[in-house]
């Protein structure tokens, strides 16, 4: 018997980011995230990505590829995962050990704009 696959919609809470189901609530926010992708790209801060579906053509997500480099890449597993679709996908690692991890921790700390690491919610 196959597993059934049956998600339900909920809300995930982390300390610095909160995941919703998407709704036309979020409209307003996310034309405000693409005019504000649109300026970091110019200042080639980041380059934003929309995801576009192959054969309907129609925006499905959205991605940026962040220069954060905290880690070292240590290799890639070739064809190491297959999705839902069949979409065979490479798995890059990275790793940062214990000596490398002060320096990390603060300058991803400084990026989150916080020194301790501490945020109100």
């Known amino acids: ?52 579906h192959a054969r309907s053509g129609a925006a499905i997500g959205s991605t940026r590829y962040l220069d954060l480099r905290p880690g070292h890449r240590e290799g890639m597993l070739r064809r190491s995962f297959i999705l839902w679709d069949g979409f065979v996908r490479d798995s890059v690692y990275f790793s940062i050990v214990d000596d490398e991890w002060p320096a990390v921790k603060q300058r991803l700390l400084s990026m989150l704009g916080t020194s301790s690491g501490e945020t109100s919610p």
């Open 1 to 52: 018997m196959e597993p059934v696959f049956d998600p339900k919609p909920v809300v995930l809470r982390g300390r610095y980011v909160r995941l919703e189901p998407l709704s036309q609530t979020h409209a307003a926010d996310i034309e405000q995230l693409i005019a504000e992708a649109e300026a970091e790209m110019a200042s080639g801060a980041q380059i934003p990505f929309a995801i576009v």
